[in-house]
């Protein structure tokens, strides 16, 4: 079976990998229509009700009992890993739920808590679609909807993971959690609200530290590796409006909005030179990504405009200060101002992510079981993978001190038009999952 035994299962109740890709296939009906429900409950940043609601039946229907885990931006605000909210609270809540075996008295327990979020990025104008984003078509073997690879999918893949163990006669016989979170698009508050609960229990000793975390985000037969940190940074550039025929008399802050990115690039461009990157992303072709994300400014055509608003993405390296990363370039943007002179003003403020980038332990024992199922669900080991994007995966390595990763099912369009998540790879990631919890976690036969 595999080199990583199970703590307390015997080999008459193991599965071998067929068995198990037999019994998630047997579900695939269920994978879809689930999967199919859930991204059809449309669930932007900051109204994701719909889908929490739904998230909860669904649980419920797997034998979960569900707590609610509110997000009080206020009880988070001093935290270091606290992001600037970019909405209101309005009552919103993660969803945590544990299933939980039979240890006996002197038995080693292992554990596992998979996180995702239910949140999903804007769709766009809804007629670059080929079809609605949140009416979900099944084609090709993909699944397409905005959400269903980032990352729907993913959170559905360990719900099938647990019920294609319980079709074949078993379950877990160790401690495995369900934390679905808010946010993770915008600031990541969902998860450090969840994190922050989770620290009391285990402090508390109502919960055992978990040995890893899986986070099923849209990999495709990757590992993360690494992760970058990521900050949400608006400008608002203050202009002198004057009349179109007068155009001297004025200082226009849109094409001063040009000049800043453009010396933005110049900074991202130092920031990716070989010299100054980061070990895991040396043979990246560029991990470092500044986005002029939005952009608005002006008033009326023939006048030159009072004000221009840029709101910019920066990405750094694991190891980098998110706060001295933000003094550089905010001094970078005023530079250019100066340089620009002519009266101009920028102001700087922050809304959303204040991520710092983070590497991740793949050698921990529990993981090196992930890396172990991949491959024989597989028969091929999994990539090892410095991702250019932040996930929810910095709360619980830098706060709960737990191996993490990301691993989760192929996805293409992601924050595009047409967003899709191929059926073939939730299959695999679903019997991963599956034969990973048999063997990390061990399994008991389901009482009857």
Sequence with gaps: MTSISSPSASSSTLFTPGEIIGSVRAIEPYMIETLSNLVAAASPSGDEFPAVSLMEEIMGEAGLVVEHVPLQSDKLSALPLYSPKCHEDKGRNNLLAFHQGTIKQGEPQRSVLFNGHLDVVPTGPEEMWTNPPFSPVLKDGWLHGRGSGDMKAGIICTLVALKALRKLGVQPKGQVGF?????????????????????????????????AVIIPEPLGDGMVCAQVGVFWMQVHIAGKPAHAAMMEQGMNPIDAAYAVMADLRELEAEWNLPQHRHPAYQKHAHPINFNLGRIEGGEWMSSVPCTCKLGVRIGVFPGVDIAEAKAIVAARVQATIARIKGGLKADISYEGFHAPGVE?????????????????????AAASIATTATTDARHFQMMLDVPVTCYGPQARNIHGIDEAVSIESMQRVSATLALFLQNWCGVEPILR
Aim: proline residues 2%; aromatic residues 8%; hydrophobic residues 45%.
């Design 179 to 211: 934390n679905w979170v808010l946010e993770e698009e915008c600031t990541g508050n969902g998860a450090l609200a969840s994190v922050v609960e989770l620290q009391k229990a285990i402090g508390s000793e109502r919960l055992k530290k978990f040995d």
């Design 360 to 380: 991740f332990d793949l050698a921990a024992p529990a993981l090196q079981a992930l890396g172990v199922a991949h491959a024989q669900i597989n028969g091929y």
